[in-house]
């Protein structure tokens, strides 16, 4: 083989592997069960130049196909370890790959991964002052430069940062879930804390060409103009359209306080310096193979939306392209095709816009699904909510549908009157304002702490739709900060707002149908064809996803414009 990669399911290993196999090489992938091969399809990598093989580092290595080049990048990366679990993997493994490897007859690199705060250490680590897994990835790092001076192995030893990129949930991800979820009251650390990140392909296009410098480099891998940690997390902030802490607490007096009055796990803060590396060496092989560092705020930023997408690890996100956008001066999470959408899918409460999971998927061609403003993910906006929908509308250049739900459908019927050229047809999907008041959410009293305490399985039961990615995500949501608040407030749309989307209906000029379930009927008459959904309540997108596929691919073709 080309390379053989250990810790090849791993964050940074999975990684490493599927750049090695888009640059045409033949790669072993050491694994202990092969999560490996589904997610480099869902990648669209080729796979023909793969081979798994099943390997157990913390035991002698035997039996494995031959390599050239030798990555190891397994690693227990986890707080909380006992000293010995970590051992296991992160030294007595490192040594097992470094003597399996020196075996090898064709060996041209050995490529070890260790951590940015090891600093070449060449004293015993400190388990109790260090935690289990930074001590013991110090202690790896001169057991290994260590062995494979007496074996005369051909080492590389790479030293990333916090590694970032779609899928890393740990670490950095911890303060930034925390800084979501308003939890993050204060910045442990001080204004001058250095957290430097690299991203992950930025990372494995490194390790790609590592084995081509020479051999005996230690390459400290991070972006040196990462902003200082304060910086760093109002970047984030801002980009996600929530608050950013302002104090600071220093990470001393927070190793004194207990960790459940805290809540800061204590082997996090030891990552908490103002400390600088030595990425000169980097930096200059870097720039020889011609790699470049994306810009640390840009990274932070998309990163960010992964993290949010993916429920800082919770959930799949269901719908491509993704991010924050600022629209009508706020920030906007926005789901789908911005420019050219078949469909315009706009959720009612509580909800957000996962709610449409199940129809896209049967839906032909793109969609756009964002989260209306001061729910789900998005920021509250200070403008009106019409003046937010001809915003977040005005890239789109074909004549979708228009798709609106329950209160959504007072916003999305103004905008299809304001805007006749702009939309090929309107659909109403259980419009509120010609329906009862929700009887169910007004039983939960639509007070705000009520909404905030619903566990996902009572708010399924309050709404009368199954238990699934969709209500937990909205049950999420409705935990931010002022999410249950304004969804309380919405819930209670007066008479008169009712009496005025009711006369709008007489004035739009393209074609409009309503549907609803057949539990969940209309109150008032109208002159626009009504579709009732039999077994259907105010949430058919949820509950009869193929019905209401049916019933809109019934009507009018969205026009390309």
């Not at 072993?28 to 990648?43: C, G, H, M, N, Y």
């Not at 992964?306 to 690890?313: I, N, W």
């Not at 095709?337 to 469909?343: D, F, G, L, V």
């Not at 805007?419 to 047809?425: A, C, G, L, M, T």
Request: net charge neutral; glycine share 8%.
């Amino acid at each position: 083989m080309d390379a053989i990669v250990f810790g090849a399911t791993g964050f940074i290993g999975r990684s490493l592997v599927a750049e090695l196999l888009t640059r045409g090489l033949r790669v072993a992938a050491a694994v202990r069960k092969d999560t490996l091969t589904p997610w480099l399809t869902s990648q669209g990598v080729d796979t023909a130049g793969l081979e798994i093989v099943t390997a157990d580092i913390t035991r002698p290595l035997s039996g494995l196909p031959e390599a050239r080049d030798v990555y190891n990048a397994a690693a227990r990366f986890a707080f909380g370890l006992g000293a010995e679990e970590a051992r296991a993997t992160n030294v007595t493994g490192a040594l097992h790959v470094l003597e399996w490897a020196a075996a090898l007859p064709g060996l041209r690199r050995l490529v070890h991964i260790s951590g940015y705060r090891v600093s070449a250490a060449d004293g015993p680590a400190d388990y109790a002052a260090l935690g289990a897994y930074e001590a013991s990835k110090s202690e790896a790092d001169l057991a290994v430069r260590t062995r494979a001076r007496e074996l005369g192995v051909p080492l590389t030893i790479a030293n990333p940062s916090t590694v970032i990129g779609p899928g890393q949930y740990v670490g950095l991800a911890s303060l930034v879930e925390d800084l979501w979820r308003g939890r993050l009251p204060a910045l442990p650390g001080s204004r001058d804390t250095f957290l430097p990140i690299t991203t992950i392909d930025y990372f494995a296009r490194f390790l790609a060409e590592v084995p081509s410098a020479p051999a005996g480099e230690h390459y400290w891998v991070l972006d040196d103009s990462t902003p200082l940690l304060p910086d760093l997390i109002r970047t984030v902030a801002e980009h996600t359209g929530v608050r950013a802490p302002r104090r600071t607490v220093p990470a001393g007096l927070l190793r004194r306080l207990p960790p459940k009055l805290t809540g800061a796990d204590p082997e996090t803060l030891s990552f908490l310096s103002n400390d600088r590396y030595p990425t000169a060496s980097a930096r200059a092989f870097a720039a020889s193979a011609g790699l470049e560092m994306p810009p640390a705020a840009d990274a932070l930023r998309e990163w960010a939306d992964d993290l949010v997408a993916a429920r800082f690890g919770g959930a799949s996100p269901w719908l491509r392209p993704y991010g924050f956008h600022a629209v009508a001066g706020s920030r906007t999470w926005v789901t789908g095709e911005r420019q050219h959408p078949a469909h315009v899918l706009l959720h009612g409460l509580p909800m957000n816009a996962d709610l449409w999971a199940p129809l896209a998927a049967l839906l032909p061609g793109p969609v756009l699904a964002p989260d209306l403003p001061g729910l789900g993910r998005s920021a509250a906006t200070d403008r009106p909510v019409d003046a937010w929908l001809a915003d977040l509308l005005s890239p789109v250049s074909t004549r979708p549908v228009l798709v609106a739900h329950s209160a959504a459908c007072g916003p999305a019927l103004r905008f299809a009157v304001d805007h006749p050229d702009r939309v090929s047809e309107l659909v109403l999907v259980s419009p509120a304002f010609l329906q009862a008041p929700a009887a169910r959410l007004a039983r939960s009293g639509l007070a705000a702490p009520v909404l905030r305490r619903m566990s996902a399985a009572r708010l399924a039961r309050t709404l009368g739709v199954p238990e699934g990615a969709e209500v937990e995500s909205a049950a999420a949501d409705l935990r931010r900060r002022g999410v249950a608040r304004r969804v309380a407030a919405a819930l209670r749309t007066d008479a008169a707002e009712r009496r005025r989307s009711r006369a709008l209906l007489d004035r739009v000029g393209v074609p409009v149908r309503i549907v609803v379930g057949a539990k969940d009927p209309l109150v008032a008459a109208v002159d626009h064809p009504v579709t009732e959904i039999a077994g259907a309540g105010h949430y058919p997108q949820l509950t009869h996803p193929s019905q209401l596929a049916h019933h809109l691919a019934a009507g009018s073709a969205p026009d390309a414009g």
